[in-house]
């Protein structure tokens, strides 16, 4: 158990709805990121935020949008969904400087989103 | 731009073989870190092993051992007498001057009893 948690499990939803996914990251890290895992795409980075600002974009759609709140923990919201959004959303976190390469990021069990 | 290449997509041995998961990796950072990762069936990302740039020390934990050669831009991973448990997808990482972690594609490793 890495100590980052997330919410929901899974999630089936329609194209064109929205979808929010919480995370929860390990108690005293400041970092939080997020990452998609597609079967097309890999593992793919999509944003971080350090203490409540955005510090990092990756290839993060604009139907996406995230969020880190002053308890620390992030929302990762998907409008619009499509059926290439469907995905294993991962969210990680770190001890947390605002740009820490040797930083460890430990990974939630992630979120599995299926858009029909 | 980064670049991780795991040119092994699958790999199936039998139990207590020896396996060696191959990590080539791109980077025009002068200080940069390696990471390894292992993804069981149940889904989640767990992490093995860190390395910075400036270390090459080869490194053991237990049946686990990694070799690092900057020369060859290599992070190979090696399971000593594999076992059914390790079955699993193991993603190499790099991330370099920024806060993102680039992953290579992943190599399923299947270890059959």
């Known amino acids: 158990d890495s100590g980052v948690t997330q919410t929901p499990k899974h999630l089936i939803t329609a194209t064109g709805q929205r979808v929010t996914l919480r995370c929860s990251p390990r108690?005293?890290?400041?970092?939080v990121y997020w990452y998609q895992q597609s079967l097309d795409q890999g593992l793919q980075f999509l944003i971080q935020y350090y203490n409540g600002e955005e510090r990092a974009k990756g290839n993060i759609l604009e139907r996406f949008s995230a969020q880190q709140f002053p308890d620390l923990h992030s929302e990762l919201n998907l409008s619009s969904l499509e059926l290439g959004d469907s995905a294993l959303y991962f969210c990680a976190s770190s001890v947390g400087r605002a740009l820490a390469p040797q930083e460890t990021q430990y990974f939630g069990p992630g979120t599995r989103l299926l858009v029909l | 731009a980064q670049k991780v290449t795991q040119a092994q997509t699958e790999i199936s041995v039998v139990e207590k073989e020896d396996v060696t998961l191959d990590c080539v990796y791109e980077?025009?950072?002068?200080?940069?870190?390696l990471f390894w990762y292992k993804q069981p069936p149940s889904g989640e990302l767990v992490f093995l092993i860190r390395r910075n740039s400036f270390d090459e020390q080869n490194e053991i934990s237990g049946r686990y051992s990694w070799n690092f050669q900057k020369s060859t831009s290599s992070f190979n991973f090696t399971i000593t007498a594999s076992q059914v448990v390790d079955s699993a997808v193991y993603f190499c990482a790099l991330n370099g001057a920024g806060n993102m972690l680039t992953f290579g594609g992943g190599t399923r490793l299947m270890v059959k009893p």
């Open positions: 108690s005293g890290d400041l970092s």
């Open positions: 980077t025009r950072d002068t200080t940069y870190y």
